[in-house]
């Protein structure tokens, strides 16, 4: 008997409302079992990033080979990886052993909240061609699909679209863009898979600013994939009803969205700096608040 078991592959974010640190508290919110490979290192506080330091390849590597090589993943997340040889390495590492990383979902990291690089512009060219291949779902925010297609920001939904099959025809069956930046009363986002296309709407949750909601809703879905690949392993898929079906993603990506909104609702009133202001995390642990 073993729990879902999921790999992080992604930077450590000091202040704990993004990069491994999100993961993981997420992955453990959602009972998995969470394993990480860190591909940089980044200081950050509320008030932002002060650095960002891409690890050697050979680090990030020699971490993913020791735990692909004896632990049984059911999912892999990739997210902030900061370097075109870190990109190229992780790429190497997932080629070398396709089989061993179960379902990968890509969150390609590029700029963070305050607007800070986190990734070089040769990094970000290496992501569409050596990662996106290898990506079974890719989950990103308006600016990132833009970035890696070469193209203007979309302006409406039918823009989303367009961007979202561009990127699916690179590789990954399921893609999805989420439009925390297209204005509106709702939030819209968009989800392109084998089936379809689906719009994902939510109310607007207005308010102190958010940092960490993208990570969250990507280490959201990767949790939730390997807990349908744990069922599946034991025959009792039958007991998570229509997250088993073959709408498995548009189920699994609802019920990671409202975990995200739960999550960013109940840390509205927190306040965690001395000054109280900056970015605010969302709460990952909401799933074990007792009250
Ligand atoms: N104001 C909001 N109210 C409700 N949901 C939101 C809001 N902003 C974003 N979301 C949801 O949060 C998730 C992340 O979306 P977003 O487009 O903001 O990603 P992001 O830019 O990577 O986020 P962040 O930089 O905060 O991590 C999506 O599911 C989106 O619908
Ligand atoms: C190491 C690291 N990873 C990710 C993000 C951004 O995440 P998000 O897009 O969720 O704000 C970050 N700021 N730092």
């Known amino acids: 008997m073993r729990p879902p078991l999921v790999l992080t592959i992604a930077g450590s974010e000091s ?12 992955f453990t919110a959602l009972g ?36 692909a090589e004896d632990l049984l993943l059911d999912a892999t ?8 040889a870190v990109v190229e390495e992780v790429a190497a590492a997932v080629r070398a052993h396709r089989d061993r990383f179960g379902v990968i979902v890509l ?17 970000a060219a290496a992501v569409g061609t050596s990662l996106l291949p290898l990506a079974d779902v890719l989950s990103l925010n308006m600016a990132e699909a833009a970035q890696l297609l070469g193209r203007p920001l979309a302006t409406s939904i039918d823009e989303m679209r367009d961007q979202a099959l561009a990127l699916q025809a690179t590789g990954p069956d399921t893609v999805l863009i989420t439009g925390g930046r297209l204005p509106g009363e709702d939030v819209v986002d968009l989800l392109v898979h084998p089936g379809g296309t689906d719009l994902l709407r939510a109310e607007r949750i207005t308010g102190r600013r958010v940092r960490g909601a993208g990570t969250t809703l990507s280490a959201a879905i990767t949790a939730q994939v390997a807990r349908i690949a744990e069922f599946d392993r034991v025959g009792e898929l039958d007991e998570i009803g229509e997250a088993g079906t ?6 699994i990506v609802a019920s990671a969205r409202e975990f995200v909104a739960s999550a960013t609702e109940n840390a509205q009133d927190w306040r965690l700096t001395r000054g109280g202001d900056g970015y605010g995390p969302v709460n990952h642990l909401i799933t074990l608040d007792k009250d």
Do not use: F, N, W
Not at 15 to 26: E, F, I
């Open 15 to 26: 202040d704990g409302a993004a990069g491994v640190q999100a993961d993981l508290k997420t």
């Open 32 to 67: 998995s079992y969470g394993a990480s490979a860190v591909t940089m290192v980044t200081s950050v506080s509320p008030r932002g990033v002060r650095s960002v330091h891409p690890l050697p390849r050979e680090v990030v590597r020699s971490q993913i080979d020791a735990v």
């Open 77 to 84: 997340k990739i997210g902030s990886l900061g370097s075109a």
């Open 107 to 123: 969150d390609p990291v590029m700029v963070s909240a305050d607007g800070t690089a986190l990734i070089s512009a040769e990094g």
């Open 246 to 251: 073959a709408d498995d993603l548009v189920t």
